[in-house]
């Protein structure tokens, strides 16, 4: 097995004359948890749209597992096992907890191909939800409208939607934004859990929860890397702390 499960190298992204992205490097291990962080306007959500497809770069290569996916649309990342959860809620509000996630592991047998002899049963999909549920520590909620979660119970949910693809990659656009403190620490708990199973790439502002549970942390400035390594290093890195001031100023 490589050792990393996503590898991008030179993204560039241009908005008409604006160099948003200059040619910007990333490597996501397998089952590790790696925190893109930055000031306002570093280029964040940029280089998660061209990782997963919502806008390909104009420069650049993205290899994901074995596939070159630099200009693969976004439901074929899916298909090879890359998950994105958005900053904006993503969910079918009217319906119920339970019913969100079975429509999003009914899709993920229906990108396998359904063929009838191993069609899943009623019960495999309830049970699998179920699971799902319980792993995002919403089970309880089941029949609940989704639409009357809490703000922080609805972004598990969105996790949890995500998590019902199987995929080998996570995307999480700022998981704790908004979230009160009980919240945020039942999402960092779920966030660690997921290593066991899969990698996560996540944008977060809440920093002391960023050095808390990462493994490799990249800080952007202005559509480059400034500086990436393992928490402490990032902390204690001059560069980090003069980007990070000089935006705060
Ligand atoms: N569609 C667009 N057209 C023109 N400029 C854009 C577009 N999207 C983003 N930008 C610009 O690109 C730069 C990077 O924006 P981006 O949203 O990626 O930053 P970010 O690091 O995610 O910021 P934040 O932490 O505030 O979400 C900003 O200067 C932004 O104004």
Same mark, same amino acid.
């Given at each position: ?6 590898? !991008? $190298? ?27 962080? #930055? ?20 420069? #650049? ?23 994105? $959860? ?15 996630? &079975? ?14 002899? &191993? ?6 999909? !309830? +049970? ?15 029949? !609940?409208?989704?639409? +009357? ?28 934004? #908004?979230? #009160? ?33 990462? +493994? ?34």
């Amino acid at each position: 097995m490589a050792e990393y499960l996503l590898e !991008a $190298s030179g993204i560039g992204v241009r908005f008409g004359d604006f160099q948003a992205l200059a040619g910007i490097s990333l490597a996501v291990a397998h089952r590790s948890i790696h925190a893109l962080i #930055g000031p306002n306007g570093a280029g964040k959500t940029t280089l998660f749209n061209a990782l997963t497809g919502v806008r390909p770069p104009n420069a #650049g290569r993205i290899v994901f597992g074995r596939h070159d996916i630099t200009r693969a649309p976004a439901h074929r990342r899916v298909r090879y096992g890359m998950a994105r $959860s958005f900053q904006v809620t993503n969910l079918y509000p009217a319906l119920s907890v339970a019913e969100n996630v &079975r429509l999003a592991v009914q899709a993920r047998h229906e990108r396998e191909g359904w063929v009838f002899w &191993r069609a899943p049963q009623r019960r495999d999909i !309830a +049970d699998e939800v179920q699971a799902i549920l319980e792993r995002i520590g919403i089970g309880e909620r089941a029949g !609940a409208r989704a639409g +009357d979660l809490s703000h922080g119970a609805q972004r598990s949910l969105e996790i949890g939607m995500a998590l019902a693809g199987r995929p080998q990659l996570i995307c999480l656009d700022e998981p704790l934004a #908004g979230m #009160g403190i009980d919240d945020v620490h039942r999402t960092k708990e779920l966030i660690v859990g997921l290593r066991d199973a899969m990698a996560v790439l996540l944008i977060e502002h809440n920093m002391s929860v960023v050095l808390s549970i990462s +493994d490799r942390i990249t800080v952007m400035a202005q559509g480059a890397k400034i500086a990436e390594g393992p928490p402490e290093r990032v902390r204690n890195d001059p560069a980090v702390r003069t980007a990070y001031l000089g935006s705060a100023a």
